[in-house]
């Protein structure tokens, strides 16, 4: 039976009291209101609650259309559903437009009515459970409980952030992209006396050198065409907090120059501007190069290097801690059964081994995208088999883990065997389409199968 509190609104006493009737009987807890003021009002006390909003047009002290901003602003993530005597497509589609979930026609059958009610409110639950989750993974990101896993290497690196985490020194975080180095800076952030100050995060490769010069520094008004106004830079956004520059190594050199200043006197000038802005922020940085040796050949300050550097931490590639790859499977799975409102998903034994066995080069974040696609394709209720990785994945766990030796008496037979399989794998078990590939006849590849227990 459903269950949910429903808002009511409509001016008609005998209707409002019929539909209300119809609604507690179907499980609802009902609230009623004759007009929009009482409404709003109710809505307003009971925000928490109420799921869906089903309000007549026509109230004596307003439009139901023109309600609807009012309702969502009380109740952003409740339903609307208006109700008229006499429908126009017009006015459904002008209800639809404003954020209407449906749009009914008074004296429709009862069934309508509470089929468009369930779907309402049942969008509504799952909305909230989205937002409840992304409010604990918001929270949990600033803590070191949202790096998963406890491999010797992320172990090595969290012991390190931890300690360094209480202090205001400036942190270099090394380490390939995708392995979760924002993480580590927001884990950072969220164990410093800084916690409750703002975290901005910054990606330098993804501005160009003047776009990126305005948006860490600001400027001031008139400084140059098309700055109309003063703009307060994301350095200053920072003050008092933390400030985390991604890609750092991709930072222009005449930039490098302004941010050593910041570091050094903890003052910049914004552009157009000649009196310097005190700020109090730390510094976090993130890179995929060596710094050192993009130091060493002139491509990155030295002396901002050795600021930067006074306390690294090296996050490790998922290559290096695949052990970890069943916590992190688990974690994204009740993650993204959470946002595309489904079961989490379940792997076969093959499909989990073959995650491990994959040297995974874009890390973390393309594990994550690999089980967002297989949580899309996978239908629902079946678990995910190794059919259902990607290629490239399916071939890691074809491959066995140890190299044949010179002196091996089986080498070749060995890497004729692996070279058959990926063949056949990537002809999707198109045995004559694999024997084409491989320019052999059919026959000899079905004794080939045969021998080596390919089929």
């Not at 006390?45 to 002290?61: F, G, I, M, R």
């Not at 008139?222 to 991709?250: H, M, R, S, V, Y």
């Not at 940085?285 to 306390?311: H, I, M, W």
């Amino acid at each position: 039976m459903p269950t949910g509190t429903i808002l009511l609104i409509d001016d008609e006493t005998q209707l409002r009291t019929v539909v209300g009737r119809l609604l507690e009987l179907e499980g609802y807890t009902v609230l009623q209101a004759p007009d929009a003021r009482r409404g709003l009002q109710t809505l307003h006390d009971h925000a928490d609650e109420v799921l869906l909003v089903l309000s007549d047009v026509k109230l004596p002290d307003g439009h139901g259309v023109e309600l609807l901003p009012r309702f969502k602003a009380q109740a952003p993530l409740a339903e609307v559903v208006l109700m008229t005597a006499y429908g126009t497509v017009a006015d459904g589609v002008r209800a639809m437009k404003a954020g209407a979930f449906d749009y009914l026609t008074k004296g429709d059958s009862d069934d309508q009515l509470l089929v468009v009610a369930e779907r309402a409110v049942e969008k509504a639950r799952l909305q909230r459970r989205v937002a409840d989750l992304e409010r604990q993974v918001a929270g949990a990101q600033s803590t070191f409980d949202a790096i998963i896993g406890h491999a010797p290497a992320l172990e090595a690196a969290k012991h390190l952030a931890r300690q360094v985490a209480p202090t205001d020194a400036t942190v270099l975080l090394g380490g390939p992209t995708g392995a979760g180095k924002e993480l580590f800076a927001q884990a950072i952030h969220g164990a410093s006396g800084r916690r409750n100050k703002a975290f901005v995060a910054v990606n330098c490769s993804a501005f160009s050198r003047e776009l990126l010069e305005s948006e860490l520094f600001g400027y001031k008004k008139g400084a140059f065409t098309g700055a109309q106004a003063d703009k307060k830079g994301l350095i200053e956004e920072a003050n008092g907090g933390t400030l985390f520059l991604d890609e750092i190594g991709e930072l222009e050199l005449g930039l490098q120059a302004k941010l050593l200043r910041v570091l050094e006197t903890q003052e910049f000038l914004k552009i157009g501007d000649t009196k310097p802005t005190r700020v109090n922020v730390r510094l976090v940085a993130a890179t995929n190069r060596n710094l050192k040796q993009e130091a060493d050949a002139g491509r990155f300050r030295p002396d901002l290097y050795y600021r930067l550097s006074v306390f690294e931490v090296q996050v490790p590639p998922l290559s290096a801690r695949r052990a970890d790859v069943p916590a992190l499977v688990a974690f994204y799975a009740r993650q993204l059964a959470a946002k595309l409102t489904r079961q989490p998903l379940v792997l076969t034994a093959e499909a989990l081994r073959a995650l491990q066995a994959y040297a995974w080069p874009g890390n973390v974040r393309e594990l994550r995208n690999v089980l967002e696609r297989a949580a899309i394709l996978t239908p629902a209720g079946q678990p995910l088999a190794l059919d259902g990785l990607p290629l490239e994945v399916q071939l890691a766990a074809a491959t066995p883990a140890g190299p044949a030796t010179a002196d091996d008496e089986r080498s070749l037979r060995r890497v004729e065997e692996q070279h058959i399989r990926r063949i056949l794998l990537e002809a999707g078990g198109n045995k004559t389409e694999a024997a084409r590939v491989l320019g052999i006849g059919l026959t000899t590849l079905y004794r080939k199968v045969q021998e080596y227990g390919l089929g």
